[in-house]
């Protein structure tokens, strides 16, 4: 079969819809195939690329490097077949289903009351919303957008600034009327502190006294897999909590929690991003639309 006979761009969104759906069976009837043509068409690429792309378990598949990269390269290209279909039919349109995978914390406080505006600015746009704290691969995941804070994992993602945000350590004025106000780091240390579950880059509790900088260990009698959760603990009086200033910043105003040694904080911040893949190349319509809409309207 020559070049000319092989319909590349039919085989790279197959081999897409496999990936992204789980299985070949998924894929089938999304492409209104049977899942034997669909796993014959990906052990036809296989062997036309000279390189195994996927491997096959009765329960999921697994791809392999080679294929990782091929599912990079071949979502970049049907995507800008996508555009050029959309730019010369019906001009910039902005339309179409956007995924997006962030933080809870981020996700209630900030983008949440982005989303009307959003959707009232571009009607044919649809959104899908998932929260969690731990990082994501986008490919994995499906995700057009995922926001999260510190240096980018892959070479292959592209990241867009959003803002910054403060920490700072807080609690809920019942626990201190229970526990007593700390007014040391060692006074700190012996209260129950309230940390995360998962591996962050800081994990540990900065503190500045005067010219010095110290940390508290991070805690460990009380762990959260999210800053949500982690927020509903302190407000039951559960303990003293390091938080996003943006996600307490209503809590602190209502009096349901103070803030604990900020004489001490040091003042450091956490940058959110606006992550998705791609390196400067083409992006479709809809989540270019959506990285500016948040570049203008995120404040944290």
């Not at 819809?17 to 789980?22: N, P």
């Not at 209104?32 to 390189?51: D, H, N, Q």
């Not at 959003?162 to 700072?168: F, P, Q, S, V």
Request: aromatic residues 6%.
């Amino acid at each position: 079969m020559s070049r000319q006979d092989i319909n590349r761009s039919g085989e790279m969104e197959v081999f897409v819809r496999a990936v992204e759906l789980g299985g070949f069976t998924a894929a089938a009837t999304a492409c209104r195939m049977t899942p034997s043509a669909v796993s014959k068409l990906v052990a036809r690429l296989e062997k036309r690329l000279g390189a195994r792309l996927i491997n096959r378990s009765t329960r999921r598949l697994q791809l392999t490097p080679e294929g990782c990269g091929f599912y990079e390269r071949s979502v970049a290209i049907l995507a800008d077949i996508g555009e050029a279909e959309r730019h010369a039919s019906a001009g910039e349109q902005v339309a179409g289903h956007i995924r997006i995978n962030t933080s809870g914390s981020f996700g209630n406080h900030v983008l949440a009351p982005l989303v009307p505006a959003f959707m009232a600015l571009y009607p044919d746009v649809s959104l899908e919303v998932f929260h969690t704290d731990r990082v994501v691969d986008l490919m994995e995941e499906r995700a057009d957008v995922a926001i999260r804070t510190g240096p980018l994992k892959s070479s292959s993602l592209t990241a867009s600034k959003l803002g910054m945000t403060r920490r700072m350590i807080v609690a809920s004025p019942d626990y201190l009327r229970r526990h007593g106000v700390p007014r040391s780091p060692a006074e700190l240390e012996r209260h129950c502190r309230i940390g995360f579950s998962y591996s962050r880059a800081i994990e540990d509790w900065p503190l500045r006294l005067g010219n010095q900088m110290m940390t508290l260990p991070a805690a460990r009698s009380l762990q959260v897999g999210d800053g949500e959760a982690m927020r509903h603990l302190v407000l039951a009086g559960a303990g003293i909590a390091r938080l996003a200033a943006f996600t307490v910043k209503t809590d602190l105003d209502a009096g349901r929690l103070l803030p604990v040694l900020e004489e001490l904080n040091p003042g450091d911040v956490e940058e959110f991003y606006a992550v998705y893949i791609g390196q400067g190349g083409p992006l479709p319509a809809r989540v270019r639309a959506l990285l500016e809409f948040l570049r203008e309207n995120v404040r944290l």
